[in-house]
């Protein structure tokens, strides 16, 4: 997902480059403002901590873009080309790396494990909402 401030400084198109590049298949988008509710579904895991609060308040702020992309090994790999949470931290190169400010402004989520994005998935999208396609490029891409 692109967050509010990803989408507040036009980089949309530039993170979805990235996973497009990256040889990725785009199969769920739509932009959206996120209900209290789903920010609270969505961030369920960190509900104790004393961030969890800003977390949502800065979810629902702005539009995100919604996002699900398939392909090999997509998820390990998103987290690489997202960066570590903290921009600060992460790799130039990466979109965090290249466009990162703070950790409270770190312009994208992404699942860390396939389970997790499973059920990220089904809180962002209905099965209607997913287009399963083949990309005429996938025999270049995969072996």
Known sequence: MIKPDGVQRNLVGEIIRRFESKGYTLVGLKMMSVSRELAEKHYDVHKERPFFGGLVEFIISAP?????????????????????????????????????????????HGSDAIETAQREISLWFSEEELIAWEPTLKPWLEE
């Open 64 to 108: 995100v873009v919604a996002m699900v992309w398939e392909g090999e090994g997509v998820v390990s790999t998103a987290r690489k080309i997202i960066g570590a949470t903290n921009p600060i931290n992460a790799e130039l190169g990466t979109i965090r790396g290249d466009y990162g400010i703070s950790i409270g402004r770190n312009l994208i």
